[in-house]
């Protein structure tokens, strides 16, 4: 009989979208979350290989498991998640303690090791069954997979081509989230605004977010990540125009030499990225827009790094988040191109990022100082209640607020990470 279930997630919002799923699908079969692996009849390790330290904290994961296994042969195991391709006889025979692998979002095997064959075991999306809610905020998937196949990056190999949900299907779930005090949607793609191009109907982006902003008790609508090609003006021309839609971007540009971009087949120029800020800027001047960064790829010379370094001084993001490259086995840098920065150059570059980084978020903060800003309480951490800006800031409150409420904060302190505030209007709803 299979009652309790420990579920370990890693990696990006997507997969704690998929987790939140099928912990979803549990529940209804009546079985119930444990915290202890020890306890539980069924363990699923929802999986990313993205960086290699996200997979080797599922080996430690795996080599739990097994001591486990090994004193209770029927305990369940499965493997899900970004560590998991298309063929799996390697890992069958490297971890033979698992029952079941499964790709992301291919909830079908798991449910049935849990049930049995049964009518509704998943499918693309599992549109019969919503991730149940644990607080005002929560992730809607609306696009899986990616086409771009750069050139550093598993994504598309696990997770398959773009595929959309149809328009229909994220309203409904939407709906079902207000109904349950959700205030917030953050709509997920892995190229998020690739939305819609494979649905009969071609609707975009832009389109789902107006049938959205009719949505009755949802107060904001997010959206990532972004793909600057896909961007279109007509997407940001919703974004600027629906009150709902918080001007807030996340938009990579993993590098700011044209040789590197090209090496990576991002698809884009650097002035084309450029641009696309200057676009974002010139229709939202006041839009929070955070960056992803790669230092030390493949051949990426002293140069290349002072044309990303330079380019992050120029555009002055919110925030940036920066890796050092590790070859990711299975994809196309893995593949064709020698790991040839050494270590100490890429923990340099890396550093220097991060010290940039710091003094502009800091400075990029300090203008927030003595704003009021609407705040959306995301929860209470000791007796402090916390949430964030329209364009994504963490805010952390000195007086009382509910949580799903939103509150006018006036800022008295910032820091690189966070500001902290005090609200103006405490217990006021929406
Ligand atoms: S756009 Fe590139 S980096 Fe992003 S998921 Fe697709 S292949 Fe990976």
């Not at 997969?15 to 209804?28: H, I, M, P, Q, V």
């Not at 644990?134 to 190999?157: L, S, W």
């Not at 974004?239 to 991002?266: K, N, T």
Request: with cysteine; glycine share 8%; net charge negative.
């Amino acid at each position: 009989m299979i009652e309790k279930y420990y579920l370990w997630t890693v990696g990006c919002q997507m997969n704690r979208a998929d987790s939140e799923k099928l912990a979803a699908g549990f529940t209804r079969l009546e079985m119930s979350e444990t915290q202890d692996m020890q306890e539980a009849d069924i363990v699923v390790l929802n999986t990313c290989s993205v960086r290699q330290h996200a997979e080797d904290r599922a080996y430690s994961q795996l080599g739990r498991v097994r001591q486990l296994k090994e004193k209770r042969p029927e305990l369940k195991v499965a493997v899900m998640g970004c560590m998991v391709g298309l063929r799996t006889d390697d890992l069958r025979k490297r971890f033979p303690q698992v029952d079941v692998f499964a790709r992301p979002q291919e909830f079908g095997p798991i449910m049935e090791l849990v049930e049995g064959p049964a009518e509704d075991l998943g499918g693309e999306f599992w549109p019969s069954t919503y991730a149940v809610p644990d607080g005002p905020t929560a992730f809607v998937p609306v696009v899986h997979g990616c086409n771009k196949f750069c050139t550093y990056c598993i994504v598309p190999y696990r997770r398959g081509r773009e595929k959309s949900r149809p328009l229909a299907d994220v309203v409904r779930e939407c709906a079902y989230l207000a109904a349950q005090g959700v205030r917030e949607v953050t709509l997920l793609g892995q190229t998020v605004e690739a939305y819609g191009h494979d649905l009969p109907e071609q609707p975009d982006l832009g389109d789902l977010m107006r049938e959205l902003q009719a949505l009755e008790g949802i107060a904001r609508i997010r959206f990532l990540t972004s793909y600057p090609r896909d961007m279109t003006g007509r997407i940001l021309e919703a974004v600027a125009g629906l009150p709902r839609v918080m001007e807030s971007f996340s938009l990579p540009v993993q590098s700011g030499s044209d040789a590197v971009l090209e090496s990576m087949r991002r698809g884009y120029s650097r002035q084309e990225f450029v641009d696309k800020i200057a676009e974002v800027r010139t229709l939202m001047p006041a839009a929070g827009i955070t960056t992803d960064v790669i230092v030390g790829y493949p051949g990426e010379s002293d140069a290349d790094f002072q044309q990303s370094f330079d380019l992050l001084e120029e555009l002055r993001f919110d925030k940036v988040h920066v890796a050092a490259y590790s070859p990711r086995p299975g994809t196309i840098a893995w593949r064709t191109m020698e790991d040839d920065i050494p270590a100490e150059t890429k923990a340099e570059r890396l550093h220097r990022v991060e010290e940039l980084e710091s003094r502009i978020s800091q400075e990029i903060n300090n203008s927030y100082l003595g704003s009021v800003q609407p705040v959306l309480i995301e929860g209470i951490k000791g007796d402090q209640p916390f949430g964030r800006t329209e364009t994504g800031k963490l805010v952390h409150l000195e007086s009382p607020a509910r949580v799903g409420s939103i509150v006018d904060v006036s800022i008295d302190h910032a820091g690189p990470w966070a500001l902290r505030g005090t609200a103006v209007n405490a217990l006021q709803l929406a």
